[in-house]
């Protein structure tokens, strides 16, 4: 006889509790899926194991036996602990957190295994010779491997200085000690390529993947592969940072200064932070690898936390291209209106003329950025969001980016009748249009959201880009991210401006990464590229350090800015929203919080405490929304989340309550 706490699979805070149940089976373990009879109609419902033990503490009146235990869905010991760190850490739910380590989906009715890649036709290659600065950083990185040392390792790289080799040989030498790996990328777009290396390294029979890309199905046998050890490495974007794996002995993160290996829904993890836990209960290595290191990463390799290897140079010792700032400003004092400058035009026209590739960059799509009346100035706006609509001319609607509203573009003003209603602004179909307009003799393609929804669509565009059939690619951040191609002689940055005005402290990191890492993908091959950024700003040191490939004096700039202001690397930002159908609600329950939050965390505090304020989306999806923005300085941390977590358990657990509340600590977007 066994007794057990279980987490009841429901999802909601009224019941995010532990329950105890009697166990007949002397065989149940922690991390154990079971059925249980829940609540007074003992309706079955699935339940996880979190504690075993061989006897109560206490007599419980009339306690209920569990019904029944999953033979196939188990967690490990490891992943719970995990759940119940991500609890206090995030702020979620039991069940948040342990959905993020069960498989999605269910076995095939007919018994047929679903495997993605399986089509896919590579050539078996061998470990490439490394260069003295790779040598160095596997040497440093051997000892914690044969130790089963836990230790963190930054390898802050320039594009292109082998980063990848780095991680294969990691990665290798944990199989050699019978250990397994995780490989992350950020995005699902980098898979494809990331898999080819990894199989043509180490077959495709020790290789899963996980991302929300694949079916239902495919997910599910891929997890239950993992599950019964039958493979050895695990590739895929963020969620596959929960695969069940046992023994790891490293977890890899390929671009980790990436906004996208922070979850923005329930939980609201941060990949990282995860890796490193999961790792540390592992007694493994994490290798973070950027070109551009997260401020957050860099400052704890300062710090001493992460050990920081440096790799200065292109592995093929080609030079890092040459960068050039245009002012924007001077081309339209010159009369060119166009969206490209004449230098671009320029450069574009020799690297085709030359056979060599172009990418244009611009972390916008659609074809315009808003739709306004030019005798009233009224602009379209989504009803729900309270957003700017954006222009899709393929289409001939203005879609929200935000909750995918759509609706035609009026003939005339709705406001004043006026015939004038144009689109204004410029996103990468519009680049895509007059790219096709000045080179009609060459293949132009673009890769963002709006031409990757369907399965398979980037792996088409990607695959048709690297066998040179097509001669310009224009994309959003999509393309600026690890894309490894040999024949690309010219980058374009359309306007490196979009990502400065973004209402976020981090607007002037994200722009030097996204520069940075746009640019690193020029000149990969043997013959060196070119790099044009365009700007109506030209002076910001985000740019200037950004051309000049000078990571050390824009994390020296940037830092000494946000040690002022008191933010992240030096603090944590927690954001506290509230949503209501009425504004005037939302406004006053925010008060309300931030003064029970001061109440309880003491007067002191309140100078931490900014708020309550109109959020910048300040309707989304039909309800308005107001934040407290809370600084939470090192060692108040527990004592923050502990107050916020009873504060929000409050509201949620209040069922006369017409409003909503969200916690996000350390958010990588404030709208």
Not at 17 to 46: H, M, Q, W
Not at 76 to 85: D, F, L, R, V, Y
Not at 466 to 472: D, L, P, S, V, Y
Not at 643 to 652: H, W
């Amino acid at each position: 006889m066994k007794y057990v706490n279980v987490v009841i699979d429901n999802n909601t805070d009224h019941t995010d509790n532990l329950y105890t149940y009697r166990c007949e089976e002397d065989s149940v373990r922690v991390g154990n899926k079971v059925t249980v009879p829940f609540a007074r109609g003992n309706r079955i419902k699935d339940a996880y194991v979190i504690q075993v033990a061989d006897r109560l503490g206490s007599e419980i009146k009339g306690i209920k036996s569990i019904a029944g235990i999953d033979p196939d869905i188990s967690l490990s010991e490891e992943a719970i602990a995990t759940c119940i760190w991500m609890k206090r850490r995030y702020l979620c739910r039991y069940i948040d957190a342990i959905k993020c380590f069960t498989p999605a989906g269910t076995s095939s009715k007919r018994g047929r295994i679903r495997t993605p890649y399986k089509d896919i036709e590579v050539e078996k290659t061998e470990a490439k010779r490394l260069t003295d600065e790779q040598r160095r950083a596997l040497a440093a990185i051997r000892p914690s491997l044969k130790d089963r040392e836990h230790k963190v390792y930054l390898i802050h790289g320039v594009t292109s200085s082998g980063k990848t080799e780095i991680y294969m040989q990691t990665v290798e030498e944990c199989l050699a000690t019978g250990r397994n790996a995780i490989m992350l990328v950020p995005e699902i777009s980098l898979t494809p390529q990331t898999v080819e290396r990894f199989i043509g390294r180490f077959g495709a029979e020790r290789i899963a993947v996980l991302h929300s890309r694949l079916s239902m199905g495919e997910r599910y046998d891929e997890w239950m592969r993992i599950k019964r050890g039958e493979v050895k490495i695990v590739i895929g974007a963020r969620s596959a940072v929960f695969a069940p794996l046992g023994e790891i002995g490293a977890i890899v993160l390929d671009e980790e200064h990436e906004t996208t290996y922070k979850s923005d829904m329930s939980p609201k993890y941060d990949t990282v932070e995860v890796a490193v836990k999961r790792a540390m209960r592992n007694r493994a290595v994490v290798l973070l690898g950027s070109a551009t290191p997260s401020l957050v990463s860099a400052f704890k390799a300062e710090q001493g936390e992460y050990e920081r290897i440096l790799l200065t140079e292109r592995f093929n010792k080609t030079p890092l291209p040459s960068v050039e700032i245009i002012d924007m400003r001077n081309e339209l004092r010159n009369g060119n209106k166009s969206i490209f400058s004449i230098s671009l035009y320029e450069e574009m026209k020799k690297n085709l003329e030359e056979k060599r590739q172009v990418i244009l960059f611009l972390n916008r799509r659609g074809y315009s950025t808003f739709v306004s009346c030019r005798t009233c100035g009224y602009v379209m706006k989504c009803g729900e969001c309270g957003i700017s609509l954006t222009y899709h001319k393929s289409r001939n609607e203005a879609i929200c980016h935000f909750c995918g509203h759509r609706e035609k573009v009026p003939d005339v003003c709705p406001v004043c009748g006026g015939k004038y209603i144009k689109h204004f602004g410029t996103g990468t179909e519009k680049v895509e249009e007059v790219a096709r307009e000045l080179f009609p003799e060459y293949t132009v393609d673009r890769l963002d959201l709006d031409t990757v929804s369907r399965k398979g669509s980037i792996d088409k565009i990607l695959n048709s880009f690297r066998k040179g059939k097509t001669n310009i690619l224009i994309g959003t951040q999509l393309v600026a991210k690890g894309l490894d191609f040999s024949n690309v002689g010219l980058v374009g940055i359309v306007s490196a401006d979009i990502s400065l005005n973004v209402p976020d402290f981090r607007s002037s990191e994200r722009t030097f990464q996204l520069i940075t890492q746009a640019a690193g993908r020029a000149g990969r091959g043997d013959l060196p590229g070119k790099v044009l950024i365009q700007s109506y700003n030209p002076d910001h040191y985000s740019i200037v350090t950004a051309a000049a490939h000078d990571y050390e004096s824009f994390y020296r700039a940037e830092t000494a800015i946000r040690k002022q202001i008191g933010y992240p690397p030096f603090s944590d930002l927690i954001q506290v929203v509230l949503s209501s159908e009425k504004e005037q609600e939302a406004y006053e329950i925010c008060g309300r919080v931030a003064a029970e939050f001061v109440r309880n965390a003491g007067k002191e505090e309140e100078r931490y405490v900014f708020g309550p304020q109109a959020a910048p989306m300040n309707k989304v999806k039909g309800l308005y929304r107001y934040q407290l923005l809370i600084k939470c300085f090192p060692g108040k941390r527990k004592i923050y989340t502990k107050i916020l977590n009873e504060i929000k358990l409050g509201i949620n657990t209040d069922r006369s309550a017409k409003y909503l509340i969200s916690v996000d600590i350390n958010p990588y977007s404030f709208l």
